[in-house]
């Protein structure tokens, strides 16, 4: 099965967590005007509810994954005080 370029991009939460190197999680991917699932793998365990970013589509409903966080809504810490006087 050809690479599902469409989901690339994508954000989505993962249902069951990844294993790292020892096999794939799931996640639910918001793409398509709807939510689709996938076999998830990432580089390291990743936790169960995880919010992730889908950076490769391997085929077969299967995806690479990152840890993800949205800079919009969960902004560094640190007090960024610039404009402030």
Do not use: K, N, Q
Request: hydrophobic share 35%; net charge negative.
């Amino acid at each position: 099965m050809a690479p599902d370029e469409a989901v690339v991009g994508c954000t989505g939460r993962l249902t069951l967590a990844t294993r790292g190197i020892e096999g794939p999680g799931e996640v639910l991917v918001r793409v398509r005007g709807g939510t689709e699932t996938f076999f998830a793998y990432s580089d390291e365990p990743l936790e169960r509810g995880t919010t992730v970013l889908v950076i490769e589509s391997l085929g077969h409903r299967e995806v690479s994954v990152i840890v993800w966080s949205d800079p919009l809504l969960d902004p560094p810490s640190g007090g960024d005080t610039r404009g402030a006087r």
